[in-house]
């Protein structure tokens, strides 16, 4: 699977919406996965730049078969953000028509911020499996930041959106967040077996763009409070 396995780490500012001085302050990652045998791909959080994105996966030899949306906030998957009017999903629809897999308690969310239809989205449990060729993509459900966020578990990597940075994690005190949710999402997260390697949503740790689960845990303040009590105390 390693041989097939597509998996590109793109950061805003940078390798896409070159230029943009929202995508470069925002430093978000979107992620390409794929099949490297079948030539299908899908995009994480395809946010600021759609012709970009799909720039880069017809360069690879990809084509897009879907989109996956960590969370429905606009830096993430499209919408007006502080007064401004952020490209995304429904940008990436308007060129590539594709469905787009969220957690089902995030549904209502994405339709709401990004305007896309029902129709575009397939909403999942926690642990449903998304196939990209022969790639399987295990759904996360990881509420805390957002009540429908959600990371992505593919071949010992761990896509995990803004729910665990390498250093902190998402804020819980927007709408929808929740600091008990997010602890325990914390945990689950900590607890995954194999040690995979962590990819954040955000490039805000440099110059580490990702790192070893174990090393996360043994490093980020998240998890050096003893219990829930402690972290709520902390971080409520």
């Known amino acids: 699977m390693a041989d097939r396995l597509y998996f590109r780490q793109l950061l805003s500012g940078r390798d896409f919406a070159v230029g943009d001085p929202i995508a470069t302050q925002m430093v978000n990652f979107c992620y390409a996965i794929g099949d490297r045998e079948t030539g299908e791909a899908v995009l994480v ?45 429904m940008d990436v629809l308007a060129k590539a028509p594709a469905p787009v897999h969220v957690h089902k308690n995030e549904a209502e969310f994405v339709r709401r911020v990004t305007g896309v239809s029902d129709s575009d989205l397939v909403s999942h449990d926690h642990d449903d499996t998304v196939d990209v060729g022969a790639v399987p993509i295990r759904l996360l459900h990881t509420p805390g930041h957002t009540p429908g966020s959600q990371c992505f578990l593919v071949d010992g990597r761990l896509v995990a959106g803004d729910t665990l940075f390498l250093d902190g994690c998402g804020r819980t005190d927007f709408p929808g967040g929740s600091p008990a949710e997010m602890y325990d999402s914390l945990q689950r997260l900590a607890a995954l077996p194999d040690n995979p390697v962590v990819y954040p ?7 580490r763009d990702s790192a070893a689960l174990s090393d996360v845990t043994a490093t980020n303040i998240v998890y050096r409070l003893r219990d829930q009590q402690q972290w709520l105390r902390a971080f409520g």
């Open 45 to 89: 959080d395809p946010a600021y730049a759609a012709d970009d994105l799909l720039g880069i996966l017809e360069a690879d030899g990809m084509r897009l078969v879907g989109m996956l949306a960590t969370h429905h906030h606009p830096d993430h998957v499209g919408g007006s953000m502080m007064g401004f009017s952020l490209a995304g999903i």
């Open 201 to 207: 949503g955000h490039f805000y740790s440099p110059p």
